[in-house]
T-cell receptor, first 113, second 109 residues
Framework: IAGITQAPTSQILAAGRRMTLRCTQD?????MYWYRQDLGLGLRLIHY???????GKGEVPDGYSVSRANTDDFPLTLASAVPSQTSVYFC????????????FGPGTRLTVT | GQNIDQPTEMTATEGAIVQINCTYQ??????LFWYQQHAGEAPTFLSY??LDGLEEKGRFSSFLSRSKGYSYLLLKELQMKDSASYLC??????????WGAGTKLIIKP
């Protein structure tokens, strides 16, 4: 059982380039989330999806887009990367929005130069 | 605005007890969560409180006072493996988690 996986593990990206971070879960969870984590700050929600086919904006959505074509996958795209998007990105999922617990992927460490 | 406050860092001794506090101001309240995060790893769920009072789970306990906007995580019989960051999060009226910056707990022998 893999749970929730993310790819790549880490990436160095030139500013202005496009990048898609992948997230896949095999738990059949309805809700999925993308967070970024920066030193000294709490996890901040970028985008979320309560169920396949729907997405919503979180606290810091600018410069990011998501899609949820099926239950398992929730990719995050940076259309034109900027240095301020250097961060650790975590994907998470939960059975529903009112669930006890969110399950986190291992994270992607992204550096934009 | 929404705000979650917790101490940046705490130090404790192996075998001792430590209490990590969290205060919050959010738009709505649908539960408070504590997560543990070891360096370089993903957060993992520890506890959930939605009603006032104490929830105990082994060596870890979590307390909530909704009227005071306050919670604490109590760790007993500290072990070296408890060295980690502890994240407090509140689920708001939109059912989204608002996260504190985390408390880094350092355990000394």
């Amino acid at each position: 059982i893999a749970g929730i996986t993310q790819a790549p593990t880490s990436q160095i990206l030139a500013a202005g380039r496009r990048m898609t971070l992948r997230c896949t879960q095999d738990m059949r969870h309805n809700a999925m989330y993308w967070y970024r984590q920066d030193l000294g700050l709490g996890l901040r929600l970028i985008h979320y999806s309560n169920t396949a086919g729907t997405t919503g904006k979180g606290e810091v959505p600018d410069g990011y887009s998501v899609s949820r074509a099926n239950t398992d996958d929730f990719p995050l795209t940076l259309a034109s990367a900027v240095p301020s998007q250097t961060s650790v990105y975590f994907c998470a999922s939960s059975p529903g929005t009112d669930s006890y617990e969110q399950y986190f992927g291992p994270g992607t460490r992204l550096t934009v130069t | 605005g929404q705000n979650i406050d917790q101490p940046t860092e705490m130090t404790a001794t192996e075998g001792a007890i430590v209490q990590i506090n969290c205060t919050y101001q959010t738009s709505g309240f649908n539960g408070l969560f504590w997560y543990q995060q070891h360096a370089g790893e993903a957060p993992t769920f520890l506890s959930y409180n939605v009603l006032d009072g104490l929830e105990e789970k082994g060596r870890f306990s979590s307390f909530l006072s909704r009227s005071k906007g306050y919670s604490y995580l109590l760790l007993k019989e500290l072990q070296m493996k408890d060295s980690a960051s502890y994240l407090c999060a509140v689920r708001d009226s939109n059912y989204q988690l608002i996260w504190g910056a985390g408390t880094k707990l350092i355990i000394k022998p």
